[in-house]
T-cell receptor, first 111, second 117 residues
Framework: DAKTTQPNSMESNEEEPVHLPCNHS???????IHWYRQLPSQGPEYVIH???SNVNNRMASLAIAEDRKSSTLILHRATLRDAAVYYC????????????FGTGTRLQVML | GAVVSQHPSWVICKSGTSVKIECRSL??????MFWYRQFPKQSLMLMAT?????????EQGVEKDKFLINHASLTLSTLTVTSAHPEDSSFYIC?????????????FGSGTQLSVL
């Protein structure tokens, strides 16, 4: 699996936008960029994924660099419930490929 | 979204006993499920890939005789920790794939906290 690099931790103020970066310089043309998050004492949950174009859903937005070597997960208005570890993962589509988790970014949301 | 149910949520057992953890896909069929373990303050580590109707594929360093996986139906995979010891105490999480080839996602169970005394 191609490797991703994320900051270990980030802080945000409540109600403000959060930009979580991810570097994936060795990404291949068939790799999708997936984001999952894990709240304390829970299993991870899907956030968003994309291939080349920016993506939006009810949870977040995903901005993908033109060369695809980096991406940014955007939480438009952070709340205390968004405090979690966010994982950026590359996954080849159309195969039974497994999901390999890196260390992720621990997001703290301050009042 | 799809729901994956994992039971039990937590279990405490004596050293030497076996513990079975169930993972069910509630509203979709899952030919492939994944089992992870997670130690405190660490990331998820993939243990094995569970395939319906065939043998599981284990990651390097994971003992297949220690962690028995059975995927007898399209909605159920079980992980049995045999002869559990304190070092097996961990948070075990299952997941299942759902969606199309270009829109595939993983859905995770809520995890099982295993404590071996």
């Amino acid at each position: 699996d191609a490797k991703t690099t994320q900051p270990n931790s980030m802080e945000s103020n409540e109600e403000e936008p959060v930009h979580l970066p991810c570097n994936h310089s060795t990404i291949s043309g068939t790799d999708y960029i997936h984001w999952y998050r894990q709240l304390p004492s829970q299993g991870p949950e899907y956030v968003i994924h994309g291939l080349t174009s920016n993506v939006n859903n009810r949870m977040a937005s995903l901005a993908i660099a033109e060369d695809r070597k980096s991406s940014t997960l955007i939480l438009h208005r952070a709340t205390l419930r968004d405090a979690a570890v966010y994982y950026c993962i590359l996954r080849e589509a159309g195969t039974a490929s497994k999901l390999t988790f890196g260390t992720g970014t621990r997001l703290q949301v301050m009042l | 979204g799809a729901v994956v149910s994992q039971h039990p949520s937590w279990v405490i057992c004596k050293s030497g006993t076996s513990v079975k953890i169930e993972c069910r896909s509630l509203d979709f069929q899952a030919t492939t499920m994944f089992w992870y373990r997670q130690f405190p303050k660490q990331s998820l580590m993939l243990m094995a890939t569970s395939n319906e109707g065939s043998k599981a594929t284990y990651e390097q360093g994971v003992e297949k005789d220690k962690f028995l996986i059975n995927h007898a139906s399209l909605t159920l995979s079980t992980l049995t920790v045999t002869s559990a010891h304190p070092e097996d105490s961990s948070f075990y999480i299952c997941s299942a794939r759902a969606g199309t080839a270009t829109n595939e996602k993983l859905f995770f169970g809520s995890g099982t906290q295993l404590s071996v005394l």
